[in-house]
Antibody, heavy 119, light 107 residues
Framework: EVQLQQSGAELVKPGASVKLSCKTS????????MSWLKQMPGQNIEWIGN????????GYNQKFKGKATLTVDKSSSTAYMDLSSLTSEDSAVYFC????????????WGQGASVTVSS | DIQMTQSPSSMSASLGDTVTINCLAS??????LSWYQQKPGKSPKLMIY???NLEDGVPSRFSGSRSGSDYSLTINSLGYDDEGIYHC?????????FGSGTKLEIK
């Protein structure tokens, strides 16, 4: 069974950074992309970027360049997303989602991680 | 960026009804369109991909169609478990984009 297990909720201060994790199991990590997405209440889901598990190659939504940095650890089949210089606009639920290489469909998602930016 | 205009924003229907949710792409996306169902506090679940292909394990009551740049999700024989928010999503071009969601309530 494919599983994506995300790290827990975070409460962080403005200006700080946070690193979210997405630990996977049940499939060959290096054969798939991992996307990261942002969901704020009442707003469209936003795609932040993706990273290839095999070589760590990345692609970002221009809107999130400089805000998000994606990395992987193949040895533990885990994807990470660093969010920097946090403001209240970064308060949201963040999802990781596996992307099928040839279809580019996101077919399995983590449970989501809530990030709250507050002093 | 490709805009996905989804309608209606919310709807209410009765058990056993048939409902249709629509999504209009701002430019050609071919069949690179998927539909997700999301329940409160949960992550989106893939229902349809390639505009018309049913994801494994999804009931055949769900179907997707396309007419030009108009895409539709139809749900037959509505059940209580179909309540949730439905999102359309284009993966034709980066950045990937989503519609604004349709909240479906079962009366």
């Amino acid at each position: 069974e494919v599983q994506l297990q995300q790290s827990g909720a975070e409460l962080v201060k403005p200006g700080a950074s946070v690193k979210l994790s997405c630990k996977t199991s049940g499939y060959t990590f290096s054969n798939y992309y991992m996307s990261w997405l942002k969901q704020m209440p009442g707003q469209n889901i936003e795609w932040i970027g993706n990273i290839y598990g095999g070589n760590g190659g990345t692609g970002y939504n221009q809107k999130f360049k400089g805000k998000a940095t994606l990395t992987v650890d193949k040895s533990s089949s885990t994807a990470y997303m660093d969010l920097s210089s946090l403001t209240s606009e970064d308060s949201a639920v963040y999802f990781c989602a596996r992307m099928v290489p040839t279809l580019y469909v996101m077919d399995a998602w983590g449970q989501g991680a809530s990030v709250t930016v507050s002093s | 960026d490709i805009q996905m205009t989804q309608s209606p924003s919310s709807m209410s229907a009765s058990l056993g009804d048939t409902v249709t949710i629509n999504c209009l792409a701002s430019q050609d996306i071919g069949n690179y369109l998927s539909w997700y169902q999301q329940k409160p506090g949960k992550s989106p679940k893939l229902m349809i991909y390639g505009a018309t292909n049913l994801e494994d394990g999804v009931p055949s009551r769900f179907s997707g169609s396309r007419s030009g740049s108009d895409y539709s999700l139809t749900i037959n024989s509505l059940g209580y478990d179909d309540e949730g928010i439905y999102h359309c999503h284009q993966y034709y071009e980066y950045p990937l984009t989503f519609g604004s969601g349709t909240k479906l309530e079962i009366k």
